[in-house]
């Protein structure tokens, strides 16, 4: 039997272990689905996929988002105008038969859901449900609960959080999946433990709840905490919790200490009713056992999902010199010995690729040859887009020791932030003065899955200049190192753990002001970067294929579900158990 041709250790095993339940508020499902907005839809979407193709039993539950996120448009000075993106379902999913209820401000609101079967590289479907309000019998403002992804006000997503949560626990329950374990990827699924205990009570008072009860509902949950900014946990008043959820249930949660500073904390209610609760890094564990500091919060490191973010060329390469990393993305380690000449060569498809495709939206001809960086993330102020611009005549000065420099930007801003808006008209301006015959700078409108994957592969380095200590993992970069791109950033997220200084990129230092940052970003620029590129292309070629050897080998979704199966989903005793099954696998291999 081949190695790429075995088929990986299944969790199925484990038919008594019951489902895992995933709840996201995004999950990139698909280009043509519009159900994501940046880095935690796109890290739930590759979590599936890869639960998938290691089968897993696992279900997924998220909002349907009729309308989308938005569709970004930029003029010429770089001021951000948004558009829906409406979608039909049906193209995509088939409609469920069932139909549940949740309580919204007093009134009933009926949800059903749509179904997406996500099949993994060995035929595994991970099946995703996609709630609904758009009903018959649900008042046209019901109706629009599942429309906007982030829409509206705190009053609508704490609606939203509710249909996500409750709604979803219903949902599975009436479809009769058995599930053991319940997962909330970010605070806005929390309401599911108020769901659980519900149930748990059998439609009882929730005032006559014991520590029991509670006890039986928290065995059942694990929760990942996603950033370290405030802004980030979602928060509600007193006075909404009472209006939208009811007083009831409100009580419950202040006895419970679900509230901080008088505000209903959805973070906080993941935590107290979970039994296993972690970070997303080594670095964000550490500062969420800072703001949390009376939980215990593990780490389990982001991934990505290695055959979505490589390039074609590179996964040709790999798959004629390293088939068995389709199967087990830690042989990507042994990209260490592929040879340079061909590993540049399918590097420079990926890049003349991305360069058609920035022509084809922008009509500008960027040269192939030249030195190509690339910034592309959800768009908010700390993320730091115009640190680059910092100083500007020096920036010029390394494009001009470079024999040229290109830069290509994208982003969204959320609708509703300001700053973020104002930080792309910014850096607009600053393109526009900056850019000459040997510096070019362009911003990329409307930022998605598609153009993500293009950039992350094509560019020859990622930078990320995020301010310390807020970045909690980000992925963009480890996107960039499934196709051997290194990265120059900012210490913070997963690039204190993926950081080899001249093997797998370079550290920008920690400065006491933007200014002392940018200084060292320059610094690495003109005198690490530059001339390795500028004239040394079999050097070039040994740190890309480092980088991907060392960084994609670690960084992906493959090792990170198992991380999840092993340390939150699974009792010990499956555990144990699934460690013997393997060995005797092996054994009969």
């Known amino acids: 039997m081949q190695p790429n041709s075995v088929k990986p250790f299944s969790y199925e095993i484990f038919p008594s272990a019951g489902h895992v339940a995933y709840f996201s508020m995004e999950i990139a499902i698909h280009p043509g689905m519009p159900t994501y907005s940046g880095g935690l839809g796109i890290l739930a979407g590759d979590t599936l996929r890869s639960a998938a193709d290691l089968g897993v039993p696992l279900a997924a539950f998220t909002l349907l988002h009729r309308k989308g996120y938005f569709q970004q448009h930029l003029d010429s000075s770089g001021t951000q105008t948004e558009e829906v993106q409406p979608w039909n379902p049906a193209d ?45 019998g649900n008042s046209g403002w019901d ?36 599930v053991n374990v319940y997962h909330m990827n970010e605070g806005h699924a929390a309401l599911l433990t108020l769901a659980l205990l519900e149930a748990q009570l ?44 009811g007083g009831d249930r409100t009580a419950r949660l202040q006895q419970q200490g679900c509230f901080r500073d008088g505000l209903l904390n959805m973070t906080l209610l993941a935590l107290r009713f979970s ?21 215990t919060i593990g780490t389990i490191t982001n991934g990505v999902h290695a055959p ?6 590179m996964q040709q390469l790999l798959d004629e010199n390293i088939p068995a990393w389709r199967r087990d993305n830690l042989y990507l380690r042994n990209a260490i010995d592929l040879p340079e000449d061909k590993f540049l060569a399918a590097h420079a498809r990926a890049k003349e690729e991305l360069l058609a495709e920035v022509g084809s939206r922008t009509g500008l001809v960027l040269d192939p040859k030249v030195l190509t960086l690339g910034f592309a993330r959800r768009v ?17 000065q390394i494009a001009a020791a470079a024999g040229g420099l290109q830069i290509l930007y994208a982003g969204k801003a959320h609708p509703q932030d300001g700053p973020g808006k104002a930080l792309i008209h910014r850096v607009v301006e600053e393109a526009a003065r900056s850019s000459s015959e040997l510096l070019r700078i362009v911003y990329l409108e409307n930022y998605a899955w598609d153009l993500g994957a293009m950039l992350t592969a094509g560019v020859d380095v990622w930078v990320n200049t995020p301010k310390r200590p807020y970045e909690a993992s980000g992925t963009s970069g480890m996107k960039a190192a499934m196709n051997g791109v290194p990265s120059l950033s900012i210490l913070d997220g997963w690039w204190i753990e993926g950081c080899i200084e001249g093997v797998t990129g370079w550290a920008i ?6 200014e002392d940052e940018a200084r060292s970003l320059y610094s690495k620029l003109e005198n690490a970067v530059v001339p390795l590129y500028r004239d040394s292309p079999e050097k070039w070629a040994r740190m ?46």
């Open 509 to 514: 230092e920690d400065g006491a002001s933007d």
């Open 143 to 178: 109706r629009g609960l599942t429309d906007h992804l982030y829409g509206g006000d705190e009053n609508y997503r704490l609606q939203q959080e509710i249909v996500l949560g409750m709604g979803g626990v219903r949902m599975a329950n009436a479809m009769g999946l058995q």
């Open 380 to 396: 908010a102020t700390y993320k730091r887009a115009g640190l680059m611009f910092t100083d500007p005549e020096r920036l010029k």
């Open 275 to 295: 039994r296993y609760a972690n970070g997303v890094a080594m670095q964000h564990g550490k500062v969420s056992r800072q703001m949390f500091p009376e939980f």
């Open 92 to 136: 995509f999913c088939s409609e469920e038969s069932a139909r549940v209820t949740v309580l919204v401000e007093d009134r009933v609101v009926t949800v059903r859901a749509w179904r997406y079967d996500l099949a993994g590289r060995f035929g595994h479907v991970v099946p995703i449900y996609l709630l609904d309000t758009d009903l018959d």
């Open 202 to 245: 059998g439609g009882g008072p929730l005032g006559a709840a014991t520590e029991a009860d509670i006890e039986q509902v928290r065995r059942k949950c694990v929760f990942t905490t996603h950033t370290p900014v405030p802004a980030g946990h979602d928060r509600f008043s007193t006075e909404q919790a009472i209006r939208i959820l």
């Open 544 to 589: 890309m294929r480092t980088t991907l050897a060392f960084n994609a080998s670690y960084f992906n979704t493959n090792r990170m579900v198992k991380q999840y199966a092993r340390n939150a989903y699974y009792p010990e005793s499956l555990v144990e158990k699934k460690v013997k099954v393997e060995e005797e696998a092996f054994v009969t291999q």
């Open 308 to 313: 979505t973010w490589m390039s074609e060329p």
